[in-house]
């Protein structure tokens, strides 16, 4: 795994964000995937700067999200369609985007028509990701195996408990998501993960320098032969490095 251990948020946001412009220009008709939360807003930032400087161009680029808050619709402001258009995808000419349907009941066809999607698309070229506190990358909450392909999560206490700030109330908040699996995730090519802060730092040196687990669903990431971790020193602070 390649680390880049950047000094503050804003660093390690324009070191993400020069990776994910490489792999555009390297490859003008990419698949990204994306991911949503708060670690990836200054990615996102810096990306849309570029694209209205004229450096970037996302007019073949296509996208396919990890996740998205099952019962919640499109123009909900917390569903992960809303976040994705707020912060990317209304300010930059990307030429297609995709997210699973959170307001489709029937999970199982659901799941299996984005996997499908994902999979007609040739797959996913790199894929960005964030940490849970618990550990979890997408919605993969810590369980006994590591899920496969897209599904339907019932999501963990913590992570309720730790998405309620951005609803009016915890009552809000949904209590299942649809997610790429552990598999749908290890099938990108590449991997980068952007962490950030003091909050994360034990989450990091138990999933990257501890036992592979599906207790902590982004150590399976150590098996992974392209990945490489930004982040703050903050979220470094407790792996031996
Ligand atoms: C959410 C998302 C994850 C994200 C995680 C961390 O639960 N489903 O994809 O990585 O939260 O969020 P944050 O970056 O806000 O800490």
Redesign the pocket.
């Known amino acids: 795994m390649k680390i880049y251990k950047e000094k503050d948020y804003e660093a390690l946001s324009q070191k993400a964000a020069s990776i994910i412009a490489s792999q555009v220009i390297l490859k003008p008709e990419c698949v990204l995937g994306l991911?949503?939360?708060?670690?990836?807003?200054g990615t996102y930032r810096q990306l849309v700067e570029w694209y209205k400087k004229g450096i970037l161009d996302f007019s073949q680029v296509t996208s396919v999200n990890?996740?998205e808050y099952k019962g919640l619709p499109k123009e909900n402001d917390q569903s992960?369609y809303y976040f994705m258009h707020d912060h990317l995808f209304d300010h930059v000419n990307i030429k297609a985007s995709y997210l699973p349907d959170g307001t489709k009941e029937d999970s199982d066809s659901e799941c299996t028509r984005y996997e499908e999607q994902i999979r007609s698309l040739g797959g996913v070229d790199l894929q960005l990701?964030?940490?849970?506190?618990n550990g979890?990358?997408?919605?993969n909450e810590p369980a006994d195996i590591f899920p496969d392909i897209t599904h339907c999560v019932d999501?963990q206490e913590s992570?309720i408990q730790?998405?309620k700030r951005f609803f009016d109330s915890i009552d809000d908040v949904p209590r299942q998501?649809y997610?790429m699996g552990i598999g749908t995730i290890m099938r990108a090519k590449k991997i980068l993960l952007?962490?950030?802060?003091e909050g994360?730092a034990d989450t990091v040196r138990n999933a990257f320098f501890g036992p592979v687990t599906p207790q902590v669903p982004a150590s399976i990431l150590q098996f992974h032969p392209d990945v490489t971790l930004v982040a703050d020193e903050a979220a470094l602070s407790k792996c031996p490095l």
């Open positions: 991911a949503t939360g708060s670690s990836p807003v990890l996740d992960y990701l964030g940490l849970g506190h979890h990358i997408g919605f999501l992570t730790a998405n998501a997610t952007v962490v950030n802060g994360k």
